[in-house]
């Protein structure tokens, strides 16, 4: 399995920025499907974006033209960079991967590494 380490995670204020990291220990990361899930108390996870082997990326609506991923293959790291910012965007964020290669189709049982993850909160 691959080890998967979240960081850059913090408390902002509506309409801020933050980019989150993710680090991979396996070098052959590169072909797999990374993404980022979310998770806010009581609500179900969600996944908020993925990124494929050959960079394709896919978004959840509720993300979409605010939030990028983006991966270095050269580091084995999986970016999210975080736009515009509001308070349904708090949660605890997660790095995933998975050997399957229909990323965009992908769902969180599909995924069988996940980092511990890191906590957003952004203040209204």
Do not use: H
């Not at 960079?55 to 509720?62: F, I, L, Q, R, V």
């Not at 790095?95 to 511990?116: E, M, P, T």
């Amino acid at each position: 399995q691959v080890q998967l380490v979240e960081s850059g995670g913090g408390s902002v204020q509506a309409g801020g920025s933050l980019t989150l990291s993710c680090a991979a220990s396996e070098d052959t990361y590169s072909r797999y499907c990374m993404a980022w899930f979310r998770q806010a108390p009581g609500k179900e996870r969600e996944r908020v974006a993925v990124i494929s082997g050959d960079g394709g990326t896919t978004y959840a609506d509720s993300v979409k033209d605010r939030f990028t991923i983006s991966k270095d293959n050269a580091k084995k790291m999986v970016f999210l960079q975080m736009n515009s910012l509001n308070a349904e965007d708090t949660g605890m964020y997660y790095c995933a991967a998975s050997y399957l290669r229909n990323c965009r189709d992908l769902v969180g049982g599909d995924f069988d590494s996940w980092g511990q993850g890191t906590q957003v909160t952004v203040a209204s």
